[in-house]
């Protein structure tokens, strides 16, 4: 089955419970001086990235939730690329947008004092400049693609050893032979 194309992919992993031991432990290996991956950790939210040195313009920004639901509870993950470059392309929708509608109403204008709509043409100019971004952000997308599986792959080990973890009765302060770091490498 073709993978479905989106702006901003996002993934769900089934949680036992959310208790919060699952940022918990995120916290502890991003504070760790060897970990793979940069980020920060809230009460309910988190978010992951690539250290400063290996970052480029493209890549991948992870945002996590834990979601509490009546069925029980998920953690939420959604790559996104960094708040800047979001910010950036949602400016150049915008901006697009208006001149768009600048234009159709300035086209609709000439074409009521019957002179030539020539400002009609701002339309499918805008409109193909914005399929172009988004043709753009996919592509950007789909270059990092390697990047956001090791982001998930990691994730979702940190998830599995916390719930293999609980089973053993596994204390934070002990140190296992397999954490998710070795996932992200």
């Known amino acids: 089955m073709p993978r479905r194309v989106t702006m901003r992919p996002r993934f769900e992993i ?3 419970r959310a208790d919060g031991e699952c940022f918990q432990r995120l916290e502890q290996l991003l504070a760790a001086e060897d970990a793979p991956y940069s980020g920060q950790v809230l009460r309910e939210h988190a978010y992951i990235q690539l250290p400063r040195e290996e970052r480029s ?3 991948p920004y992870l945002n996590l939730r834990i979601i509490e639901e009546e069925k029980g509870s998920h953690l939420q993950g959604r790559f996104t690329p960094h708040p800047h470059v979001w910010t950036g392309f949602m400016a150049i929708y915008g901006i697009l947008g208006l001149i768009a509608l600048a234009g159709l109403m300035y086209g609709l204008a000439q074409m009521t004092v019957q002179e030539a709509p020539w400002g009609l043409w701002a339309v499918p100019f805008c409109l193909s400049l914005i399929a172009f971004v988004y043709g753009a ?3 950007g997308q789909g270059l990092t ?3 956001m599986y090791r982001m998930r792959a990691y994730i979702e080990c940190l998830v599995r050893q916390k719930e293999f973890d609980r ?3 596994y204390s934070p302060e002990q140190e296992t032979s397999e954490t998710p ?3 992200g490498s």
């Open 14 to 16: 089934p949680l036992k």
């Open 57 to 59: 313009l493209l890549s």
């Open 137 to 139: 952000a996919i592509i």
């Open 145 to 147: 693609n390697d990047e």
């Open 167 to 169: 089973e053993r009765n």
């Open 181 to 183: 770091q070795e996932a």
